[in-house]
């Protein structure tokens, strides 16, 4: 029995790196409200954790069809044959927690591995992705990235750049990102000095003019080989997730090949199942997925594509997508999280 955990604060986690933490409401009831995603790729027998059972069951229920899968509680996971845990994103706060709630050690990763998947989930991990990726194709792509350790280096780059994104090294969707265009005012100064304090610098990337978020989806196995999943074409407003397009494989690379001729994106995918696992390998297994975006050119017409964003070693909504992904000769469909009461993935008809 697999036991599958959806554990949205791994990012929250990540960033604090502490055994016990408090997370915040929105993500504790994020957690309740959504804990029987997992079910969508459960194997027939496998548990998923949740915290109330018969929610679970009734939330579920107009998604996950078909399926023999157990949801059980934390009171639960002693009693259980668990052989593998899968989680949303390994932490040394869901290693305690499981652990705590008789999980055998032998079934979780060790402190010095989490230590090591935790620095590599760094945004610093982007810099040497980047400079692979972009290899020999600069012309056709975009992204650089630098790292700082103090306020005087930081403007330093600011002067240079002068539009810029300012990224802590670890934090969740849609927080530690300030924008800054000419100087910092002193409330950005002030955050950008808390960050160096906490996490030991701060990240600085040029400003782009996106046009279209998207990602690859991957799944790196044990033995070090990288499984291409999916194209994950998403949305979101001030880089908060908002929702995700479900279609076929085919149907989503003819949209980004309005802006980006497949070959490209075909390249950079086939870089990345090259590159990750020298990067990756023996530290971390499990899904991971990086994010993209489709950016305006300043000097002609035309796009560029930005093929390193953001790196997530842990499972994302993409990887949701994915697993409701409508056939083929069905509509498209769009996936989003709402909040009515409570959390809830909602699926509609595509426009």
Not at 8 to 24: F, K, Q, S, V
Not at 88 to 99: F, K, N, Q, V, Y
Not at 333 to 344: A, D, P, R, V
Request: with cysteine; hydrophobic share 40%; proline share 5%.
């Amino acid at each position: 029995m697999d036991l599958h955990v959806f554990n949205p604060e791994h990012d929250i986690a990540l960033a604090h790196n502490r055994r016990h933490l408090t997370m915040p409401h929105a993500a504790q009831e994020l957690r309740m409200n959504l804990g029987w995603i997992p079910a969508l790729w459960a194997s027939d027998g496998d548990a998923v954790l949740v915290d109330d059972i018969a929610f679970a069951i009734k939330a579920s229920s107009g998604l996950v069809k078909g399926k023999d899968v157990l949801f059980v509680t934390w009171n639960d996971l002693p009693e259980l044959p668990i052989d593998h845990v899968n989680p949303w994103g390994w932490d040394i706060t869901l290693r305690t927690a499981l652990a705590e709630h008789g999980v055998a050690t032998h079934l979780l990763p060790t402190e010095e591995k989490l230590s090591a998947v935790r620095k590599l989930s760094s945004r610093l991990s982007t810099i040497p992705t980047l400079s692979f990726l972009r290899d020999g194709i600069q012309d056709q792509t975009c992204g650089k990235a630098r790292y700082h350790e103090s306020l005087d280096a930081l403007s330093d780059t600011l002067a240079e750049w002068q539009r810029v994104v300012l990224k802590s090294p670890w934090s969740s969707s849609g927080r530690g990102i300030r924008y800054v265009d000419g100087e910092m005012n002193p409330s950005v100064k002030g955050w950008a000095q808390r960050v160096i304090q906490q996490q030991g610098g701060a990240m600085v990337e040029p400003y782009y003019n996106k046009v279209r978020d998207f990602g690859m989806e991957f799944f790196m196995h044990e033995n070090g080989e990288v499984e291409y999943a999916g194209l994950s074409l998403f949305h979101t407003v001030n880089n908060v997730y908002m929702g995700n397009l479900l279609a076929p494989e085919e149907e989503k690379r003819m949209i980004l090949d309005k802006w980006i001729p497949t070959s490209l994106t075909d390249m950079i995918r086939d870089r990345i199942c090259t590159y990750i696992p020298t990067m990756l390998h023996p530290h971390y297994a499990g899904p991971l997925g990086i994010d993209m975006m489709v950016v305006s050119r300043h000097d002609q017409q035309g796009f560029l594509l930005h093929p390193c964003v953001e790196i997530n070693l842990r499972r994302t909504m993409g990887h949701v997508a994915l697993a409701l992904t409508p056939p083929e000769g069905q509509s498209q469909q769009l996936m989003s999280i709402e909040h009515k009461g409570n959390y809830f993935l909602k699926i509609t008809t595509a426009d």
